[in-house]
Every structure is written in C-alpha cells, then in structure tokens.
C-alpha cells in the first residue's frame, strides 16, 4: 500500500479517511468474507489513514459550544490510521482527491477492523 499525499486534509468529527483496498474474499490475518454477505450487503475493505477527533463531549455550561478561550473536548475513536477497516459502503461517501479514490466514513459504519499490534 502507497501512502497518498494527505497532509493537507483534515478529517472532521467521528469520521475516517479510508483508502480502498482490493476485494479480497480472505483478511490477511485469516477472516473470511463470504461471497453473498459481500455482494447483499455491499462490504468494503481499506486501509484507514486519518481519523478524526471523535466525538464532542458537552462541558457544564451551554457555553462550551460557543466560539472562546475553551478548547472543545472529544471521546475518542476506537479505530486508528493503519488499520485495515471492513464497512458498509452504504455509509460511505466516496470522494477523489489528487486523482486517487477515497472514503469517508463515520465510525458507526465500520463493522470491524484488523489491527496488527494490540
């Protein structure tokens, strides 16, 4: 996998950058992705390359969603960059960025992901 030039992007909320990866029936580390589960249900494989904060968390006050001093704080993502995700596609919003196929994808809509270190 070639790492695209993303730096310019940033990911917002609880949402993912993923890179497609090729259909694959079988996960590098052995998960087997039934033919007709793929083809019903319309499942994506790819590399997740940038995630977003996650989500914000309100503070004490309604002031904390106004403009200020206050940084916003954010529950973070389980997923994270390197990992290989496996998504419905019908959550994701494909886009095409310096010529390069990508998706954004809320972190609801990944079913699970492989993760080479825990």
Do not use: H
Not at 24 to 46: C, F, H, R, S, W
Not at 65 to 82: A, C, F, I, K, S
């Amino acid at each position: 996998m070639q790492k695209p030039n993303i730096d310019n992007l940033i990911v917002i909320g609880d949402r993912v950058l993923i890179q497609p990866g090729a259909a694959v029936k079988k996960t590098k580390g052995g998960l087997l992705l039934p033919a007709g589960y793929q083809e019903k249900e319309e499942i994506q494989t790819g590399y997740i390359l940038k995630c977003g904060p996650g989500y914000p968390l309100p503070g004490e006050a309604d002031d904390d969603w106004r403009p200020g001093d206050r940084e916003p704080r954010y529950l973070p993502l389980q997923v994270r960059p390197g990992d290989m995700a496996i998504f419905l596609l019908k959550n994701a919003v494909e886009i095409k960025y310096n010529g390069e196929k990508f998706f954004i994808v809320p972190q609801s809509g990944i079913l699970m992901v492989e993760r080479d270190e825990f």
